[in-house]
Every structure is written in structure tokens, then in C-alpha cells.
Antibody
């Protein structure tokens, strides 16, 4: 059975840092394109970042230079390191898998973890 | 930047047909995917590559895409279809539509 379980969310002050994790079972993270997508309270979905199976990484302009996506193959886990956090980063963060590498749509999602940036 | 536009809300009578549009310049040249999201839950893929249904998605869900508009059609709408629906495309990066709230009356 495929499962994606996010963790690491919480309350952080503006300018602070947080690392999100997405523990995966049922498939191999490093064989897939893995993404982070976020949703601000009451708002729509916003793509954040992707890591390709080959290791290339890409980011939305809104987080470029502040967020870093990575993976630990031994733990089959995806990460999102978030630095210099801003109030507008407040959102539920979902990890998601692309159906096949390069399919550009998401067939499996985690349940999400809430990040709140506030003083 | 490419932001597909969707109506804020669509209402449909129980058992009738709902159509949700996703508009964008020449969106017909892109693959459009659709997600259903119920309150407090993660999105669920309901249509991929314009008109394909993942396994487990009822045949009542169908999609089309041509010109400047892609459409998700929900036939014989049920109370359980009440949700937010998002279209999504890839055009050098990933774009989600603005989302449509479907209400079943």
C-alpha cells in the first residue's frame, strides 16, 4: 500500500526555519519525481518544488533561494528545508508523487502538515 | 506566468450534470489534469491528460480540452461530489487553476 506521511510543521516566527519530512512507503522516492505543493488557509493549491529522479531540483519563484528540497534514499524520505520564513508561507504543505517521471501530474499525495509563520 | 482561470462556484441539482471550466490561452495545446479536494483532505486525482480516469474514479467524471477551455463534467451528480475542484497544467512549470467549489443542491 502506498503511503506518504508528512511531518515537521508547526508555529515559527518570521525569519525562522523549519524542515518538513515526507516519509514514503509502497514505492521508492529516488525512482520518482517528488513534489511539494502548498495551500494557504482558504486558498488554492500552489506548487512549491520538485526533485527529479536524477536529482535535479526546481522551485517556484516565491520560494527560490529560501527553500531546499532533498531526499534521503536510505530512509525513503523527502524533505523541504524552509529558511527565512515569511507570514505568506503559512500553509498546509503536501508532498506528492508524479504518476511517472515527467508525467507532470500527481497521483499520490500525503495528508499535509500545517506551517504557521507568525510572531 | 500561466494561471488557468476557473469559476469560483458551480451549483448542480442532485442527479444532474455539472460542468467546471478551466480557461487559458490555447490551453488545448496542454495536458490538463483535475483534482477533487474535500474539506480537510488532500487532493485526489480524478482526470489526467484531459480525459483519462484513474482507476477507482467513477465513469460519471469525464473531461475534455479544446481551444481556450478545458472542461470537467460530473454526470448524475451525487452529494458526495461536493468539493473543490482544481485544474492543473504544466507549461515549463506547474500551474494550478484558481479552484471551483461545487455545491450539490
Amino acid at each position: 500500500e502506498v503511503q506518504l506521511v508528512e511531518s515537521g510543521g508547526g508555529l515559527v516566527q518570521p525569519g525562522g526555519s523549519l524542515r518538513l519530512s515526507c516519509a514514503v512507503s509502497g514505492f521508492t522516492v529516488s525512482d520518482n519525481y517528488m513534489n511539494w505543493v502548498r495551500q494557504a488557509p482558504g486558498k488554492g493549491l500552489e506548487w512549491v518544488s520538485v526533485i527529479y529522479s536524477g536529482g535535479n531540483t526546481y522551485y517556484a519563484d516565491s520560494v527560490k533561494g529560501r527553500f531546499t528540497i532533498s531526499r534521503d534514499n536510505s530512509k525513503n524520505t523527502l524533505y523541504l528545508q524552509m529558511n527565512s520564513l515569511r507570514p505568506e508561507d503559512t500553509a498546509v504543505y503536501y508532498c506528492g508523487r508524479e504518476f511517472t517521471p515527467g508525467a507532470r501530474y500527481f497521483d499520490y499525495w500525503g495528508q499535509g502538515t500545517l506551517v504557521t509563520v507568525s510572531s | 506566468s500561466y494561471e488557468p482561470t476557473q469559476p469560483l462556484s458551480v451549483s448542480v441539482a442532485l442527479g444532474q450534470t455539472a460542468r467546471i471550466t478551466c480557461g487559458g490561452n490555447n490551453i488545448g495545446s496542454l495536458n490538463v489534469h483535475w483534482y477533487q479536494q474535500k474539506p480537510g483532505q488532500a487532493p485526489v486525482l480524478v482526470i489526467y491528460r484531459d480525459s483519462n480516469r484513474p482507476s477507482g474514479i467513477p465513469e460519471r467524471f469525464s473531461g475534455s480540452n479544446s481551444g481556450n477551455t478545458a472542461t470537467l463534467t460530473i454526470s448524475r451528480a451525487q452529494a458526495g461530489d461536493e468539493a473543490d475542484y482544481y485544474c492543473q497544467v504544466w507549461d515549463s512549470t506547474y500551474f494550478f487553476g484558481t479552484g471551483t467549489k461545487v455545491t450539490v443542491l
